[in-house]
């Protein structure tokens, strides 16, 4: 999957340094991967909940161009597809063709439909409005439109790799949140295995 990659730094990795002091480094070793798994599997839904609140498009579709988490060390990786959707993704509402032009005709002009055609609308934004697209029209299910020199090309809506992530008007909030939630996923899941632990102690 070709795309952009963004690093998030796990965040209090040093500050457990003084931990192996007075923890079994087995355990410690095992607290750790736990905090990493969790770390990992909050990576993908942070992303997508941070994206849908913002674009108009579905979770599903925003994790389809997701791959990873890849955790190493202290750092996890995200690779975004720079594929972008077409607008089919973000709330198409295909146009409709105008009634009969009443007139004369052959020069003489001719009067305005009626009832009035509507051009096609999608919504990439959720705090913007609609887009019209007076040019495009729905064939074999893919919004086209009419390029120059009369060609036909599909209309896309901004990828997840190169728009959201990588130049977006979001994209520095979103990373933000996701890394958040990454680091405090990664503190959970080492808790986890810590309390776990204490509490086969306790027992034995």
Do not use: C
């Not at 697209?133 to 599909?154: C, D, E, N, S, W």
């Amino acid at each position: 999957m070709a795309g952009i990659t963004l690093d998030l730094q796990l965040s209090g990795l040093k500050s457990l340094d003084p931990m192996l002091e007075f923890t079994n480094p087995t355990l410690f070793a095992k607290a750790l991967k736990g905090g990493i798994s969790y770390a990992a599997k909050a990576g993908i839904t942070a992303s997508s909940k941070a994206v849908t609140a913002r674009y108009n498009i579905k979770a599903a579709r925003v994790k389809q161009d997701i791959k990873g988490p890849f955790i190493r060390n202290d750092t996890a990786t995200l690779i975004f597809s720079r594929r972008p959707p077409t607008l089919n993704q973000f709330g198409l509402t295909p146009g409709a063709r105008g009634g009969k032009q009443p007139g004369l005709g052959q020069g003489m002009g001719w009067g305005k439909p009626s009832p009035k055609g509507k051009p096609l609308t999608a919504r990439i934004f959720k705090d913007s409005p609609r887009t019209t697209y007076p040019r495009a029209f729905i064939q074999r299910g893919l919004p086209f439109t009419v390029g120059k020199h009369g060609k036909l090309r599909v209309l896309y809506g901004p990828s997840v790799g190169s728009d959201i992530f990588g130049s977006g008007r979001y994209a520095a909030v979103i990373r933000s949140e996701v890394t958040t939630r990454m680091n405090e996923q990664f503190i959970t899941g080492m808790q986890r295995v810590l309390d776990s632990a204490a509490r086969g102690f306790a027992k034995s």
